[in-house]
C-alpha cells in the first residue's frame, strides 16, 4: 500500500502563488496515477489535477492555466504548483494515487486565499 503525505498549504492573498508537494512511500513503484483533489467549506471534494506514468496531465477547467501538476519519479513526489489563486480556491487539498488496484489518500493540506 502506498501511504501520502502532503505539505506546502498556508494562507495566501488572492494573485499570489502556493506550491504543495506530495510524497508517497510503501509500494510507490507500483503507483499507476496521481492526482490532487480539493474539498473547499462545505461543499463535495473534487478532481484538480491527474498525472498518469506517462507522464499525461489532466485538469479541471475551473485550474486550467492556474495551475501544473507534475511529478518528480526520483524523489516519488507530485507537486501542484497554483498560480493567480482565488479566494474560491479556498479548500482543504488531498493528494491521492492509485496503485495495485488500491486507492490511497493523504491527510490534506488547508489551502486559504484571502481576497
Known amino acids: 500500500q502506498v501511504q501520502l503525505e502532503e505539505s506546502g498549504g498556508g494562507l495566501v492573498q488572492a494573485g499570489g502563488s502556493l506550491t504543495l508537494s506530495c510524497a508517497a512511500s510503501?509500494?510507490?513503484?507500483?503507483?499507476?496515477?496521481m492526482a490532487w483533489y480539493r474539498q473547499p467549506p462545505g461543499k463535495q471534494r473534487e478532481l484538480v489535477a491527474t498525472?498518469?506514468?506517462?507522464?499525461?496531465?489532466n485538469y479541471a477547467d475551473s485550474v486550467k492555466g492556474r495551475f501544473t501538476i507534475s511529478r518528480d519519479n526520483a524523489k516519488n513526489t507530485v507537486y501542484l504548483l497554483m498560480n493567480s489563486l482565488k479566494p474560491e480556491d479556498t479548500a482543504v487539498y488531498y493528494c491521492?494515487?492509485?496503485?495495485?488496484?488500491?486507492?490511497?489518500w493523504g491527510q490534506g493540506t488547508q489551502v486559504t486565499v484571502s481576497s
Open positions: 491521492s494515487a492509485g496503485a495495485g488496484g488500491i486507492r490511497s
Open positions: 510503501g509500494s510507490s513503484s507500483s503507483i499507476k496515477f
Open positions: 498525472i498518469i506514468s506517462g507522464g499525461s496531465t
